[in-house]
């Protein structure tokens, strides 16, 4: 797993010197996910990452005010997102730690977050996975693809769920359901792009939170 994912990112240019191009690719990308945790966490609070990659996420999220943490198991990505936040001069925490045992980290986080991370995982794996989350932090975001993806990079070993069926995975976590929603324009199909075009944002919105979109998400409230 840690292979392929710093295959994946350096197909995305993270290693190279043009790898900013890509982090602003991917904060416009997940805007409305950084404002749902805006929503639920103002600035000054403490946010945890868990499966950060090159850190962008969390060097936008620093940018906002956040003290952000951020952790993966591939040593390489979390050298490489230490140097690029210290070239950004933005004050994000990155480690090397294990997904199933965060129990090496210090003190209490407002939110934890992971962005198709999770869906890699078999359903029972996901729930433990989220369980762990919970036991530090106060609310949990689970991002996901959805079957849409298949029309941008293809779908290999993901999981997919619908945002009912997400929920129902935070829920047996032992958290509290408290926001589900969706994000990303799509834009493959003829069908697609007439949608964009003609459908109001306020309905196009609508169907986004109902999985008409790249991804899903669901915030849960640990108990």
Known sequence: MADRWREFFDSYGAFNSDW?????????????????????????????????????????LASLGY?????????????LANQQAQRLGMVAEFK??????????????????SCGVLEHFDRDVTVQLLKEQAKYSNYVLIQIPTKYTAYTNGISDERI?????LAA????????????????????????????????????????????????AVIGRSR
């Open 161 to 165: 769920y619908t945002v009912n069926e």
């Open 67 to 79: 003290n952000v943490v951020g952790v993966d198991n591939e040593p390489t990505l979390v050298d």
């Open 96 to 113: 090397v730690a294990d997904a199933f045992d965060l129990s090496g980290l210090e003190g209490r986080f407002d939110l934890a977050f």
């Open 20 to 60: 900013l191009k890509s982090a602003v690719a991917h904060w416009g990308f997940n805007e409305v996910l950084y404002g749902m945790i805006q929503r639920y966490c103002g600035p000054s609070s403490r946010i945890l990452d868990v499966g950060c990659g090159p850190g962008w996420s969390d060097m936008y």
């Open 169 to 216: 995975i935070v829920s047996e976590a032992g958290m509290d359901v408290v926001s589900t929603f969706g994000y990303g324009d799509l834009a493959a199909t003829p069908i697609h792009r007439a949608s964009r075009r003609f459908l109001p944002r306020a309905a196009l919105r609508f169907l986004q939170n109902r999985g008409y979109a790249y991804c899903i």
